[in-house]
C-alpha cells in the first residue's frame, strides 16, 4: 500500500491510533494509564523545597512535582498542566505555563504576542495568518502561536478555532474548585491523531490494526533490534539511565560498509524512537568509521530529527566515540504498556 493511512482501534480495551505510511507503521498513540500530557489540574502544595527548588503538590490523580516553586507556600492553590508522563516510582511532572493546544493554533496564558511556525515560510501566507491572529485576540492579553496546519486553513475555520480556545482558558483561569480536580482531561489517542497528523484515509472500523499489520508491527517492537536497510541492523536497549543504540554492519566488513550502517542508523532511528516511546539521554555506539565521515553521519542526524515532532538536541561525540543526543520525553515507552 502506498500512501498515509489512519487506522483507529483499541489494544487490549486502550484507545489506540497509527499512522502507516506506504505500508509501514509510522507512527503509534495508545492510552495509558495515569496523569497524560496536557492535562489541567487545580492542584494543591504540599511541601516546597528549600530555596523553593522543586514542590510536590497535591492532584486528583495523585502527587505532582513542580520543578520551579519559588516564592510559593504549603497550603496553596496552582493550576498546573502535566508536561510529561511520570517515570515509574515518581510523582508526575507539571508546569504553571499553561498552553492550550488545537490543530491550527496554541493559546499560551501569561506569555502575550504572536508567533507563527517557522514551517509557514510564504510571507503572504505570513502576513495573511498575522491580520487573522490578530483580529481574533483584539483586546487578548494571551499569546498565541500559529502552527503549521493554519497554513492550510480558511479564516473561519481559524478564528473559531481560537474562539473556542479562548473560551476554554477563561473558564480555566477562573476556576475555584474547592478540592484539587482535573480541569481539563489529557486528549486521547483519537482525538491527538485527528489534531497532530496530516489529514489522511481513516480506517476506523473493527479490526483495523489487524487489516493493516499494526499488531505484527507492534509485537516486532518488542525485540531491541531494527533492521536497517542495507543489511545492517541496530539494537535499541533502554536502561534507567539512558538508551543504547548499537549499530550494526551485519554481515559486510568492508571499509565503506561502517559509514553505510550508521547513515542508515540516522536515517532510521527517529521512527525507531518514536514508535517505542522512548527518550532522555541516548547514545550511539556506531559502527567503525573513519573521523572524516562524522560529519555526513552528523548531517543524516539532523535532517532525520527535523521532523520527528519531539524537541531533539543533538549533543555530539564523546571522547569514546560515541555520539549523544537528548529527545523530550513526550509519551510512556512501549514496553510500560500492555499490548
Not at 78 to 85: D, R
Not at 254 to 272: E, T, V
Not at 305 to 326: I, K, N, S
Request: aromatic share 4%; charged share 25%; net charge positive.
Amino acid at each position: 500500500m502506498t500512501g498515509r493511512l489512519i487506522a483507529l482501534d483499541r489494544i487490549n480495551g486502550r484507545e489506540a491510533a497509527a499512522l502507516i505510511r506506504n505500508g509501514q507503521l509510522d507512527d503509534i498513540l495508545i492510552a495509558t494509564d495515569g496523569p497524560a500530557p496536557e492535562a489541567i489540574h487545580h492542584a494543591r502544595v504540599e511541601r516546597v523545597g528549600p530555596g523553593g527548588h522543586g514542590a510536590f503538590l497535591a492532584t486528583s490523580d495523585g502527587a505532582a512535582y513542580l520543578r520551579d516553586a519559588k516564592g510559593m507556600t504549603a497550603g496553596q492553590a496552582l493550576t498546573v498542566q502535566v508536561s510529561a508522563h511520570a517515570e515509574p516510582g515518581k510523582a508526575f511532572p507539571v508546569t504553571t505555563r499553561l498552553r492550550f493546544k488545537g490543530r491550527h493554533a496554541i493559546l499560551t496564558p501569561g506569555a502575550p504576542g504572536i508567533s507563527l511556525s517557522r514551517r509557514i515560510t510564504d510571507a503572504d501566507k505570513r502576513a495573511r495568518l498575522r491580520d487573522i491572529a490578530t483580529a481574533a485576540m483584539a483586546g487578548v492579553a494571551h499569546g498565541l502561536i500559529l502552527r503549521s496546519a493554519a497554513a492550510g486553513a480558511v479564516e473561519g475555520v481559524i478564528a473559531a478555532e481560537i474562539g473556542e480556545l479562548l473560551a476554554l482558558a477563561e473558564a480555566v483561569l477562573t476556576a475555584r474548585p474547592a478540592q484539587p480536580a482535573c480541569l481539563v482531561a489529557a486528549p486521547g489517542p483519537h482525538a491527538l491523531a485527528a489534531r497532530e497528523w496530516d489529514r489522511a484515509e481513516t480506517d476506523d472500523r473493527p479490526g483495523a490494526f489487524e487489516r493493516h499489520g499494526v499488531n505484527d508491527a507492534l509485537a516486532a517492537l518488542r525485540s531491541p533490534r531494527e533492521a536497517l536497510a542495507g543489511g545492517g541492523a541496530i539494537f535499541i536497549e533502554p536502561t534507567r539511565a539512558l538508551v543504547a543504540v548499537d549499530v550494526n554492519t551485519g554481515g559486510d566488513f568492508s571499509p565503506a560498509a561502517g559509514l553505510k550502517a550508521n547513515i542508515a542508523c540516522a536515517r532510521a532511528l527517529p521512527r525507531a524512537l518514536r514508535l517505542r516511546g522512548l527518550g532522555g539521554q541516548i547514545v550511539i555506539d556506531p559502527a567503525p568509521m573513519p573521523r572524516r565521515d562524522r560529519a555526513a553521519f552528523e548531517n543524516a542526524l539532523r535532517a532525520a530529527f527535523r521532523d520527528d515532532g519531539e524537541q531533539t538536541a543533538l549533543v555530539g561525540w564523546t571522547p569514546l566515540g560515541h555520539y549523544e543526543l537528548q529527545r523530550k520525553r513526550g509519551r510512556q515507552p512501549l514496553h510500560d504498556i500492555p499490548t
